[in-house]
């Protein structure tokens, strides 16, 4: 999710290749109003391990079957997460660079994960001896949400960001392509389970499309109906997985925020 890729993925150097996320610690990357973040991917380096197939998403196609994912995905152990996070952290606790947070996403959708409460809880633990007060970050579709062990993880941390690029059911298995039985009744319900959540959407045109006037419309009732404690609104940025879809320009994105406000008095945060 990562969770909403173009969720804005990871641009500069520290550690690792950003785009491929070779290893488990990535960036510093710019993250729109998320700052400067390092990035911690719990995935590992085999493919794209996702519960969306998401038509934008800048990693392509999800090719991996969720019934193959404990077989055949090389997550990273909590003994390999625990030495990197360490190593990294220390490193920029004594010789920098200076970074506004850190964020868990990476190579797919971090709650897929078996051990994503533990190894979160390994994160802030570092975070609070090498980086303290520097906030964590966890970018999700939301699939996973019903399971409570993940939403109490998620809770843990200071910012829980979910996806919301559909407000109806037709939309969001349009866009978003979840690869097994989720809908998006089950995200809207998982979402209202964590604290001070923060919505993440984007918007675009072209052979898939989510700006139509009802679409929109729809995406701010769900948006009203979750109270988030903030809305990121996102533009198409890089090669997308579905062929075909445009960047919008600034006045349609701008406008998709104004309508926002109007309606629900929530003042979104726009990153063209």
Known sequence: MSAARNLQAPQGNFLDHPSTHGGIIYGPFENGPMKLNLGVNILGTGPKACSFNCAYCDLGETSMRLNK???????????????????????????????????????????????????????????????????????????????????????????RIVKIDAGNEKLFKHVNSPLSRTNLAKVLAGTRKLKDVIVQSLFFQGEVSNIGTSDIDDWIEVIAVLKPKAVHIYGLSRPSAVAGLARLDEDTIYSIASRLERKTQIKAIVTP
């Not at 220390?90 to 190894?119: A, M, R, W, Y």
């Not at 809880?121 to 570092?126: D, E, I, T």
């Open 69 to 159: 994912l404990k077989s055949e995905v090389p997550f990273s152990s909590i003994e390999s997460v625990t030495m990197a996070i360490n190593q990294a952290f220390q490193k920029i606790h004594s010789q920098g660079p200076s970074v506004d947070g850190i964020c868990i996403s990476g190579n797919g959708e971090p709650t897929l994960h078996p051990e994503f409460p533990e190894i979160t809880k390994l994160v802030l633990s570092a975070r609070d001896i090498w980086m303290p007060g520097k906030p964590v970050s966890v970018f999700t579709n939301g699939a996973a949400l019903d399971t409570r062990r993940v939403a109490d993880a998620m809770n843990l941390v200071e910012h």
